[in-house]
């Protein structure tokens, strides 16, 4: 419960000089069908940077951890379903939004940008549908 607190507490406070607002999910999701590639991948630029910088700003650093906290964090704020699977050197992300396909392809994208510099794009598997995406991640051991 003090962890969820203290996530909370940090998300809601770092994210204020992000320039972060609340949405509904409603209004996302009606948003989100209309947009472009164009489009899209500003939105990939501006999340994948926001989740750098409160890396960087939480932890003091920016490292594959750190990256996968705050991404953690991120779903969670934005009021999704994340459920991470470790097995051995596979770590493996179920994320449920209900926000359809055009947001499991910005997720995808989102994840594809903030992992390359950590591991080979041959080390990720996506699968994403109308309102879910899975992420599989081989990490070196």
């Known amino acids: ?7 909370y507490v940090d998300w809601f406070r770092l994210s204020k000089g992000t320039g972060m607002i609340p949405i509904t999910k ?44 705050s991404l953690s964090m991120y779903i969670q704020m934005s009021n999704s379903q994340m459920v991470h699977l470790i097995e051995g050197n596979i770590h493996r992300f179920l994320i449920s939004h209900n926000l359809g396909i055009t947001w499991s392809l910005i997720l995808e994208q989102i994840f594809k940008v903030v992992f390359i510099e950590f591991i080979d794009d041959s080390q990720i598997r996506f699968h994403c549908d109308n309102d879910s995406i899975t992420i599989t991640l081989v990490l070196n051991q």
């Open 26 to 69: 409603e209004s996302l999701q009606k948003l989100s069908e209309r947009l472009d590639n164009n489009s899209i991948n500003h939105i990939v630029e501006n999340i994948s940077l926001l989740i750098k910088n409160f890396s960087i700003i939480r932890y003091g650093k920016y490292d594959l951890s750190t990256i996968l906290d």
């Open 1 to 7: 419960m003090r962890q969820i607190l203290t996530n």
